[in-house]
Nanobody, 128 residues
Framework: QVQLVESGGGLVQPGGSLRLSCAAS????????IGWFRQAPGKEREGVSC????????YYGDSVKGRFTISRDNAKNTVYLQMNSLKPEDTAVYYC?????????????????????WGQGTQVTVSS
């Protein structure tokens, strides 16, 4: 059974850091585009970052570029999102999802309909 489980969310002060994990089970993350998305209350789900499992290349949304880093641990079949210099506007539920590799190489990094499987989400709250 294909499953994605996010963890690592929590409450952090502005300027702080968190590392989110997305653990995959029932399949390996090879040959997929893996994306991180977030959804704040009353807002649409937006793309945060995406990576290709084929060559490790990455893509970031403008609002997180330079602050967030996506990475993958093949041995653990897990993808991470390191979030630094967090801001209150980063508050949201964060989701990971997988899509066919063509999603990444066609530039459709954050087209939600391209993603086949989603995790349940983890809450990130940035507040003093």
């Amino acid at each position: 059974q294909v499953q994605l489980v996010e963890s690592g969310g929590g409450l952090v002060q502005p300027g702080g850091s968190l590392r989110l994990s997305c653990a995959a089970s029932g399949f390996t993350l090879d040959y997929y585009a893996i994306g991180w998305f977030r959804q704040a209350p009353g807002k649409e789900r937006e793309g945060v970052s995406c990576t290709s499992s084929s060559d490790g290349s990455t893509y970031y949304g403008d609002s997180v570029k330079g602050r967030f880093t996506i990475s993958r641990d093949n041995a653990k079949n897990t993808v991470y999102l390191q979030m630094n210099s967090l801001k209150p506007e980063d508050t949201a539920v964060y989701y990971c999802a997988i899509a066919p590799l063509i999603t990444y190489y066609s530039g459709n990094y954050f087209v939600k309909d391209e993603y086949d499987y989603w995790g349940q989400g983890t809450q990130v709250t940035v507040s003093s």
